[in-house]
């Protein structure tokens, strides 16, 4: 648990660079790229997945504690939205859905999770299966968190091998959509159905999107495409064919694109640079194409070397996003480590300065960007929130947007500094070099190529580029810098629901 902690209080700290302000106007819908609420405002979906338990088909980890203190401490976590697994045939299949909570426990002899239950959550035990989803949902509203409701099929793929109906999917889906029509914190229905062929996917996908648009024109209707959700390639020679519009939200998962044990026996660089690669290849270039997309990581805090890379592609790229696999077998909420909810944060924006468009110099290892305390002071790493606009300019110097001072290296291992002459050896930078595409180097007055870095007290310095041989156990982690765009819109992450207007159909 102390590991999910540290992941979700970092990652939620690239996420918080914006204030915490504003109310969401419900229900969303997209506009280009964005995802906006009724006013036109932007909303960031920062979202946690939760599991179901696949044996006994609820919620993962109540056996381990109350549902309430879950929800809470989600929300105090810094996310805003929880990507929530529900089986799709839970809908679909009357007997299952009226089954009590206690009676499939006993059924497949989970009894010592069924006393895990008891003792966390006894009102939901003789729930209804479906009931109680319901209850989750209700209790992620009382703590101002929206739900993303993750229709899962099955383990196995959907329509072949696996014996399922493609017409008993979409009554399951119809189901569910119609079930939270009424519930004004489910902002979106995900359609998974692992299908294996483009042409399967275009039929069943319509069909899919069709139906939960037409049950609950409120929620926002999230596919996820090919390969196991990480190729949406296809899209790019043939759209999807809808009668509906500003809904459509595309979904792609990051951990199918790690190949086997890269990130622990190959060089970070590398390894960074070929996942980041696949997935723009794969789909992520839609997003620069006007498509609205959310990128599902579902890999823990432990697999750090990883999430500095998707870190810095979430920086540069600012896009949606679920993180985290909250395991039952390890409780749920584990969040012990706060180093990771400051990175957590940081993906939350960046946008500090509301609607002035401007760029910031982040540093995805720890999610923070580069600050100026004053002119004498050396440059150090700080809250992407109190960041300067910074500009690049054709000369290639870094600039303090509004001031004459730029970014220079003076040597070796020596501060990074700000200098009102840029025209000097160590004031040209090249920005995005390496196969990770996030190095920023300049060459000194001897010629020696040096990288930005951020040392042990988070001092800007330059240093020797690091990883840039075939040294596979190197760490470049502390030099890999991302030039962050900040989008034009106002991001909105902080929701409040009436729990009166929710109904349940």
């Known amino acids: 648990m102390g590991r999910f902690l540290l992941f979700t209080f970092v990652l939620l700290s690239v996420l918080c660079l914006l204030p915490p302000k504003l109310v969401v106007a419900l229900p969303l819908h997209t506009s280009s790229r964005w995802i906006v609420d009724e006013d036109g405002g932007r909303v960031k979906l920062a979202c946690v997945n939760w599991p179901a338990d696949k044996e006994a088909a609820v919620a993962g980890d109540l056996g381990h504690r109350p549902v309430g203190r879950i929800s809470e401490r989600i929300a105090a976590a810094g996310y805003n939205c929880v990507r929530l697994a529900l089986p799709v045939l839970l809908a679909a299949d009357e007997s299952l859905a009226s089954l009590t909570v206690r009676k499939s426990f006993q059924r497949r002899g989970l009894l010592d999770s069924l006393a895990g239950f008891e003792a966390n959550n006894p009102s939901m035990l003789d729930l209804s299966l479906i009931s109680a989803y319901q209850a989750v949902v209700s209790s992620l509203a009382e703590?101002?968190?929206?739900?993303?409701i993750d229709s899962q099929l099955s383990s196995k793929p959907c329509f072949h091998g696996s014996g399922i109906n493609p017409d008993l999917w979409v009554k399951g889906l119809t189901q569910l959509a119609t079930m939270f029509s009424r519930v004004p914190n489910v902002v979106g229905m995900c359609l998974r159905n692992e299908l294996r062929n483009v042409k399967d996917w275009y039929r069943f996908m319509q069909k899919g999107a069709e139906a939960v648009h037409s049950a609950n024109p409120n929620v926002l209707v999230i596919i996820s495409g090919l390969g196991d959700g990480t190729d949406l390639s296809f899209l790019l020679n043939q759209q999807l064919e809808l009668?509906?519009?500003g809904k459509l939200v595309l979904e792609m998962h990051w951990r199918g694109l790690l190949a086997g044990r890269a990130w622990e026996i190959g060089n970070p660089n590398k390894v960074c640079g070929r996942v980041v690669n696949s997935l723009m290849r794969r789909g992520g270039v839609l997003l620069q194409k006007g498509w609205p997309l959310m990128v599902v990581n579902e890999l823990?805090?432990?697999?750090?070397?990883?999430?500095k890379c998707f870190f810095g592609l979430a920086a540069e790229m600012d896009f949606d996003w679920a993180l985290g696999t909250l395991e039952e077998t390890n409780g749920l909420m584990d969040l012990k480590n706060s180093s990771f909810f400051q990175r957590i944060s940081a993906l939350q924006g960046p946008n500090a300065s509301g609607n002035k468009h401007h760029i910031v110099i982040s540093h995805p290892s720890t999610d923070q960007c580069i600050l100026r305390k004053s002119l004498y002071e050396p440059l150090l790493l700080g809250p992407c929130t109190q960041s300067e606009a910074w500009g690049y300019t054709p000369q290639k110097t870094l600039k303090l947007k509004g001031t004459y001072f730029c970014l220079q290296a003076v040597g070796l291992g020596k501060p990074a500094k700000l200098s009102?002459?840029?025209?000097?050896?160590?004031?040209?930078?090249?920005?995005?070099?390496?196969?990770?595409?996030?190095?920023?180097?300049?060459?000194?007055?001897?010629?020696?190529t040096v990288c930005l870095d951020a040392d042990s007290s988070n001092h800007i310095v330059t240093n020797t580029c690091k990883c840039s041989s075939r040294d596979d156990m190197c760490d470049p982690g502390s030099q890999w810098f991302k030039i962050a765009d900040i989008s034009p819109y106002s991001p909105r992450h902080i929701l409040q629901i009436s729990l009166a207007s929710s109904t349940w159909d």
């Open 300 to 307: 823990g805090a432990e697999d750090n070397r990883h999430l």
């Open 143 to 148: 703590n101002n968190l929206m739900v993303i």
């Open 420 to 448: 009102v002459i840029c025209n000097l050896p160590g004031s040209n930078w090249e920005i995005g070099l390496g196969d990770s595409k996030m190095y920023l180097s300049t060459r000194l007055k001897d010629g020696t």
């Open 243 to 245: 009668t509906f519009t």
